[in-house]
């Protein structure tokens, strides 16, 4: 029987042991890639009518404020989001003694949008929105007017644009 | 007595060599993009969570010397990637060229920074289609192009 010298088993134990890891692992890649576009989208249905009527001998004519119209967004901002209200003057009928507010569930509480006839500009109806969703938010507006501002014939209709904008 | 040891150690190690050239080469990529449309129900609801891609849409082979065993590991080097999204593997085939047996990997697996065994087998082979899935898409995770790579590690048994 023969045997190898212990230089010998020495010398074969360390070339395996060497060999060993730059033969058993290769590797190769498939890229992938996902895109995650900016979101922010907000919608905000119509209202119902606001009917104004006057008791006898008061100017003022007043009725009951309209929560029909629903809220809902979706935004994916690092930064919070608020949201503004506004009607446009050109969407404001003219020369009508007519004061609108409007407010949003949750949000920053009641609002003019147009005072005596005249429009107010943006106005934050709802503030520091996080990253997610607002869900059928309830707008509630009223309206109100003067008989001796609002001048007609018969029960006459106005119609107001609002405009929503999400900000930074 | 040291030289009996050492023989042993020999002997143990020897296998390896002849395993020789192990090599992986990998086809495909896949890409999503996402944006307002897939709000699940428009505005005022969150994104679609979970998105997959096509059954081959990456393909792998394997080469291996004679009839050796081999393990496929898998995970992810990132380039920008986000903590929300999840990826996973599915192997979708059992290879469509090559004499080997095949097992493990046809239930969808999370992959990670770290390497975890795929699916293993034996002999060269190729045609291994692989589906990859990915979840925890929400409007918490910020607008940006991530990218990541999915790298396939053969490693002979």
Known sequence: ?168 | MLGGMLAIAAFRAAPALAAGTADVSVSGSWSQTIGATALVSGPGSDLTASYVGGPSDIVLAVTINGNHSWNVNVRRVDSLWNQNLNLYVQRTSDGTAGSGQVSGGTAYQLVTASDQLFFSGTKSQSGFAVQVKLDGVSLQVPPADYSTTLTFTVVAL
């Open chain 1, 1 to 168: 029987m023969r045997t190898a010298p212990a230089a010998v088993w020495t010398f074969l134990a360390l070339a395996a042991a060497l060999a060993r890891p730059a033969a058993a692992a290769t590797s190769g890649g498939a890229p992938i890639s996902v895109t995650i576009q900016s979101i922010d989208v907000l919608s905000v249905t119509d209202s119902g009518p606001l009917n104004l009527q006057a008791s006898a001998g008061s100017n003022v004519l007043s009725g009951p404020a309209d929560s029909s119209a629903r809220l809902n967004l979706s935004h994916n901002s690092a930064t919070a989001l608020r949201i503004t209200a506004e009607v446009l003057p050109a969407d404001d009928p003219p020369s009508q003694d007519i004061t609108l507010t409007v407010s949003v569930a949750g949000g920053s509480g009641q609002k003019t949008l147009v005072l005596s006839g005249g429009a107010q500009g943006p106005q934050e109806v709802y503030s520091s929105i996080p990253a997610g969703v607002l869900t059928d938010k309830a707008v509630t507006y009223t309206a109100s007017c003067t008989a001796s501002g609002t001048k007609v014939s018969a029960a006459t209709s106005f119609d107001f644009v609002v405009t929503f904008t999400t900000l930074n």
